[in-house]
């Protein structure tokens, strides 16, 4: 049964396949979290770990990553995984950046790559 709090998780789609291997490898984890997800992203997740509670929003590039944004500066998310693909030119990198911004003004967690989150997800109190 998810928890109270609230997790969004978010993948370049170059590091779709990771995020999918990243929420199938940590369901017990995972399951304990409220998880809102850009909506390829959450599509891809759900596909992986169809238990857990994944609301999907509008994909990144046509406001999903706003989304989450508008979720993170209400206080409606916790946490914030965003597998983010470097090599890769992004044509709304400008959203991307804006939605960082925000995960650091209002002082969330982010793990922006696997190693990150699979070290910082246990910790956190869900």
């Known amino acids: ?19 999918a291997a990243f929420a199938r490898a940590n369901q017990e984890l995972l399951s304990r979290w409220k ?52 090599l890769t030119p992004m044509p709304h990198d400008v959203d991307v950046k804006a939605l960082m911004r925000l995960a650091i003004v209002y002082d969330i967690p982010m793990a922006l790559n696997h190693a990150t989150a699979i070290k910082l997800l246990p910790t956190f109190e869900a």
């Open 1 to 19: 049964m998810a928890g109270s709090k609230c997790l969004a998780l978010i993948a370049h789609d170059q590091k779709k396949d990771d995020m």
């Open 35 to 86: 998880i809102v997800a850009t909506g390829t992203t959450g599509g891809r997740v759900l596909d992986a770990a169809p238990d857990l509670d994944v609301t999907r929003l509008k994909s990144g590039p046509l406001g999903g990553d706003q989304q989450i944004g508008a979720l993170i500066s209400t206080g409606e998310v916790d946490a914030l995984i965003f597998f983010v693909d470097p």
